[in-house]
Nanobody, 122 residues
Framework: QVQLVESGGGLVQPGGSLRLSCAASGSIFSINAMGWYRQAPGKQRELVATITSGSSTNYADSVKGRFTISRDNAKNTVYLQMNSLKPEDTAVYYC????????????????WGQGTLVTVSS
C-alpha cells in the first residue's frame, strides 16, 4: 500500500511564506510526475504546479513567480515553496502522484494525499 502524506500547511499573513512537503510512503519503484493542486471553499480543485521525474515544471498562471515546486526523487518527496502569499491562495492543498509503480509491479494511475490547509489572513 502506498500513500502520500502532506505537511507544512498553516496560517500565514499576506506577503508571508510557507513550504509544503509531500512524501510518498510504501515500496515504490518509480513515480512519473508529482504535483500540487488546491481547492478553495466553494470552488473546484485546480492545478497549482507539477514536476516530472526529469524536473520539468508547470505552473498555474496565478502562482508563477511566487511558488516554486521541487522534487527529491531519492526520497519520493515533492515540495512547494510559496512566497508572497495572498488571501486568495487560501485553500486545502493536495499532493498528487501520477503513474506510480510499486516494487511489486503494481501500477497506480493516480494517488492523492489527504490535503493540508493553507490560510492566508491578517
Amino acid at each position: 500500500q502506498v500513500q502520500l502524506v502532506e505537511s507544512g500547511g498553516g496560517l500565514v499573513q499576506p506577503g508571508g511564506s510557507l513550504r509544503l512537503s509531500c512524501a510518498a510512503s510504501g515500496s515504490i519503484f518509480s513515480i512519473n510526475a508529482m504535483g500540487w493542486y488546491r481547492q478553495a471553499p466553494g470552488k473546484q480543485r485546480e492545478l497549482v504546479a507539477t514536476i516530472t521525474s526529469g524536473s520539468s515544471t508547470n505552473y498555474a498562471d496565478s502562482v508563477k513567480g511566487r511558488f516554486t515546486i521541487s522534487r527529491d526523487n531519492a526520497k519520493n518527496t515533492v515540495y512547494l515553496q510559496m512566497n508572497s502569499l495572498k488571501p486568495e491562495d487560501t485553500a486545502v492543498y493536495y499532493c498528487n502522484a501520477d503513474r506510480m509503480v510499486a516494487r511489486s509491479g503494481y501500477r497506480y494511475l493516480e494517488v492523492w494525499g489527504q490535503g493540508t490547509l493553507v490560510t492566508v489572513s491578517s
